[in-house]
Every structure is written in structure tokens, then in C-alpha cells.
């Protein structure tokens, strides 16, 4: 049966972190009785009973008591002041460093005395205090030693994790700039096997392979021109048009002097596709859309009004849809904007925004 070294007990210590600690202590007594034994042994010429009875049984409560007194100061260190800056750590290492001496000292003696056994008196003392503060440095060295270990495997994992991270991105991002290569490649394959009667055919091919290559632009570039996301949209709106025919009528009115302006790629269309979408689809008679871009002092004004089904409640319209709520994001962290919606008169919605452009 294997055991299970990184099984956590309590406080977060793992089964073998304890094994650790208890295996240096074990260390550490038989280390010291080892070399008690062959000192009397040698110069005192005591029996291994005498032994047994004068030593080994006394250093057993020695350690022992020291590994009590450690507990509660480990906990300190680790758990309650694990945060605090290195050198409040030092100070609070030396006052506890007489602390569990002079506690060790007292209990140590204490129970020496009731079990009828002797300790160190007089000047032999001052063993009583190298010893025991020897025991905490070496001991609280291989803590913070490990501690330090610990949290360096931590963040080379979590470093390892977020460059796992970013790889998957960066090979998401590839893929989609693949996707729409091959997409446009393919169609412009199509497009040219094509018989020349089949003009009207050839066109939506032709313009939905522009509007792939459009998409890869934007998927690029932080700005494009003003014009070119016109072009898209109206690539993109003469599809719908083959689909809906008649019932989709449009309207644009751009202001000339701001087709050279930079905007986000992909903040004009998902509104005008939401028109399509949401307002005029559902409607046998169809509608309008009508898409204004004008000066305004110092910004850009879009609106995008249709004449479709509209909507009851206006406030919720942007949690609801992708296309409002991915638009009215970018806005906000772009420039500080938002999506206005209002009604539209007689019927249908009104959505517009606002952003800067150089004069």
C-alpha cells in the first residue's frame, strides 16, 4: 500500500512535511545520545543500563519538551506573522528565542526534579542555554529554508501556468487568423469556378470574401478608417438584402470630411446587425434602417435607427444581446462612452454613440 506523502493533516501540513519534522527531531535525540553514550563509556566507564537509566530517558523528555515549545512558534511564524517584512521576523525571532529556552529550562528541570532525576547545576548550566537556542536556529533555518523552497515551486508552477496560458491564446489567435485565410482563399476559389451567368452569385461570394479579409484586418489593428467599416457594413448589409429582398430598405448619410477618421474595427456593423437581427426579420412588411454618422464638435455621432419591432423594455437591451453588450464594453474602456437606446418614432429602436476624433 503507498502512502500518501501529500495527504494535508492540519493547518495545510502535508503527511510527509510532519514525517520531516518528527525524522530531524529523532535525528537530532539519537544524535545526541549516540554521543553521550560513547563520552560515559569512555570516561566514565558507566553501564549500558546506567546509561539507559541516566541519560537516554532524560534526553527523550529534553526533545520531546522542545518539540511541544516548537508547535505553537512554528504556528506564529507560519500562519499568524508569515506576512510580515524579514526584519520584524528577526526581532520577533530573538525574543522568542529566549522564550523557548527559558520555558524549555523551567520545564525541562521541573520534571527532571519530579521523576528523582538530576540536570545540569552551576556553571555546566550555560549547556542549557547553547543547546536549546542552537536546537531552535537549526530547526527554524530548515523551516524558513523550506518555506522558501515551497513558495519558489509555487510561482515557478503558477509562471509555468500562465505561460501555458498565453501559448493557448496566442494559438487561439493564430487559428482564427487561419480560419478567415482559408475561409477567403476558398471563396475566391468558388468565386472563379463560377459560370459568368451566374453574376448575382459571384458578387455575394465576392463580398463575403471581403468581409473575411475585413474581419482578419480587425482581428489585427486597433483602428481602422472610417470608411473601410462603412464599406463592411454595406458589404455586409447587401447580403441581408439578397436574403430579405424588398422588405430591407437602408439609408446612409456620412458626413465625407470623417471618412479618413480612425475608429475601432467592428463597433459600427454589430449594431446594424442587431437592427437586422432583433427589428426587422420578424416583420412580413420588413423595415428601414437608416445609419448617420456626423460631426459633432470635437466627436464622431453615430446613430443607427430602424423601423422594426422595437422593444418594451429599453434598459435591458444591452445585457441581452452579444453584439449591444460586446459594443458598449469596448466603448466604455475606449473612451469612456456608451450605447444610448431610444425609441424610435413611429416604431423600432435608436441606437447611437459618441467618440473623439482629431479636428
Not at 459568368?196 to 473575411?212: G, K, V, Y
Not at 426579420?281 to 470635437?298: H, M, V
Not at 437591451?317 to 431610444?342: A, H, P
Request: aromatic letters at 14%; proline letters at 3%.
Amino acid at each position: 500500500m503507498l502512502v500518501n506523502w501529500n495527504k494535508k493533516l492540519v493547518w495545510g501540513i502535508k503527511l510527509g512535511e510532519l514525517s520531516a519534522f518528527l525524522g530531524l527531531y529523532l535525528f537530532l535525540y539519537l544524535t545526541y545520545c549516540i554521543t553521550l553514550t560513547f563520552n560515559e563509556l569512555a570516561y566514565v566507564k558507566f553501564t549500558f543500563e546506567q546509561l539507559l537509566k541516566n541519560y537516554l530517558v532524560s534526553q527523550f523528555f529534553d526533545y520531546f519538551i522542545k518539540l511541544i515549545l516548537t508547535i505553537p512558534i512554528w504556528f506564529l511564524f507560519f500562519k499568524i506573522v508569515n506576512n510580515w517584512n524579514i526584519y520584524f521576523k528577526l526581532l520577533l525571532h530573538l525574543f522568542m528565542l529566549v522564550i523557548f529556552v527559558f520555558l524549555w529550562q523551567k520545564i525541562f528541570y521541573s520534571t527532571m526534579e519530579a521523576l528523582g532525576r538530576g540536570h545540569l547545576r552551576g556553571s555546566s548550566q550555560v549547556w542549557d542555554i547553547y543547546i536549546p537556542a542552537l536546537i531552535y536556529i537549526i530547526q527554524f533555518g530548515f523551516f524558513h529554508a523550506y518555506a522558501y523552497h515551497v513558495e519558489v515551486e509555487n510561482r515557478k508552477a503558477t509562471e509555468a501556468d500562465l505561460k501555458e496560458a498565453a501559448l493557448k491564446s496566442e494559438l487561439s489567435a493564430i487559428k482564427a487568423q487561419l480560419n478567415p485565410h482559408f475561409l477567403y482563399n476558398t471563396f475566391n476559389t468558388i468565386n472563379a469556378s463560377l459560370p459568368p451567368h451566374m453574376e448575382q452569385t459571384r458578387e455575394m461570394i465576392a463580398s463575403l470574401a471581403d468581409m473575411f479579409r475585413y474581419v482578419l484586418k480587425a482581428s489585427k489593428e486597433e483602428t481602422v478608417e472610417l470608411k473601410e467599416e462603412v464599406e463592411f457594413t454595406e458589404k455586409y448589409l447587401s447580403l441581408e438584402k439578397s436574403r430579405f429582398a424588398e422588405r430591407l430598405q437602408t439609408v446612409f448619410e456620412i458626413d465625407q470630411g470623417l471618412l479618413n477618421e480612425k475608429i475601432p474595427p467592428m463597433i459600427l456593423q454589430p449594431l446594424v446587425e442587431n437592427s437586422v437581427k432583433h427589428g426587422i426579420s420578424s416583420l412580413i412588411e420588413g423595415g428601414e434602417i437608416k445609419i448617420e454618422i456626423k460631426k459633432q464638435g470635437n466627436k464622431m455621432r453615430f446613430k443607427v435607427s430602424d423601423t422594426g419591432v422595437g422593444a418594451s423594455d429599453l434598459s435591458g437591451l444591452i445585457g441581452s444581446g452579444v453584439g449591444l453588450s460586446n459594443t458598449n464594453l469596448r466603448l466604455e474602456k475606449m473612451y469612456g462612452s456608451q450605447l444610448d437606446i431610444l425609441p424610435n418614432t413611429p416604431k423600432g429602436l435608436i441606437v447611437s454613440f459618441s467618440i473623439e476624433y482629431k479636428i
